[in-house]
């Protein structure tokens, strides 16, 4: 049965107007997006089939184009539109960022973290740079490496603090292997890390690990600081 055809105080968009987003399951929200099924789907079937499909929504967020088309109904055009939305997100949460004291907002640097470093294939390094008031001056990714390993030279992290003004840091890389639990070469690298910024009078405020739908873990909540 076609969603027009439900009641209209079940139907997705109308809930939504009525209620409020945060009512809505994964699958109804994605029946928005779609707009319309395919024969003999609904779009609520269609949300909750690429779902399954994926295992996830954290996962059909993150899948590549040669995956998503793979699910009947789906094309470049949506695919398109879904990373539209995604970007749109972390552009806004990145707004955000530059607006508040980030250690008043702990959930939405996780939250721009796992949209950025979550799925990615690759372990990456990343810095966000900080001004007196503890407010997002800029984020740059400054290593990239294999599955395993990358390489991080203070000195660099060093540089860029330097050439940003930041006042503090707060650092954060991703294990593609989705083991969220630092290792001990990522508690000596902190330390190392810590260590040159302070001869720069630039304080590191949290190292974050992100590991797939996790929450990212925090080394200052651990006491690894």
């Known amino acids: 049965m076609a969603i027009t055809d439900w009641?209209?105080?079940?139907?997705?968009?109308?809930?939504?107007?009525?209620?409020?987003?945060?009512?809505?399951?994964?699958?109804?929200?994605?029946?928005?997006?779609?707009?319309?099924?395919i024969r003999g789907k609904s779009a609520v079937d269609l949300g909750r089939e690429l779902i399954n499909h994926f295992g996830s929504l954290n996962r059909l967020c993150n899948a590549p184009l040669s995956a998503f088309k793979l699910v009947p109904g789906m094309g470049a055009a949506k695919y398109a539109q879904l990373q539209a939305v995604l970007e749109l997100s972390r552009r806004a949460l990145g707004e955000t960022l530059?607006?508040?004291?980030?250690?008043?907002?702990?959930?939405?640097?996780?939250?721009?973290?796992?949209?950025?470093?979550?799925?990615?294939?690759?372990?990456?390094?990343?810095?966000?740079?900080?001004?007196?008031q503890n407010r997002l001056l800029d984020a740059c990714e400054l290593f990239r490496g294999t599955l395993?390993?990358?390489?991080?030279?203070?000195?660099?992290?060093?540089?860029?603090?330097?050439?940003?003004?930041?006042?503090?840091?707060?650092?954060?890389?991703?294990?593609?292997?989705?083991?969220?639990?630092?290792?001990?070469?990522?508690?000596?690298?902190?330390?190392?890390?810590?260590?040159?910024?302070?001869?720069?009078?630039v304080q590191v405020l949290d190292h974050f690990i992100v590991a797939g739908a996790s929450s990212p873990v925090s080394f200052a909540e651990r006491g690894l600081l």
């Open 148 to 201: 395993t390993q990358t390489s991080v030279y203070p000195r660099e992290v060093v540089k860029l603090a330097l050439a940003r003004n930041a006042a503090a840091v707060i650092l954060a890389h991703n294990h593609p292997s989705g083991a969220c639990e630092p290792s001990r070469a990522d508690e000596m690298l902190t330390k190392a890390l810590k260590q040159a910024l302070a001869l720069v009078d």
């Open 7 to 37: 009641p209209e105080d079940e139907r997705p968009r109308e809930r939504l107007l009525a209620r409020g987003a945060t009512v809505l399951s994964d699958a109804e929200l994605l029946a928005i997006f779609l707009r319309v099924g």
């Open 98 to 132: 530059k607006e508040r004291d980030l250690l008043a907002s702990p959930g939405t640097v996780r939250d721009w973290l796992r949209l950025h470093l979550a799925q990615l294939p690759h372990e990456v390094f990343m810095i966000l740079l900080l001004d007196a």
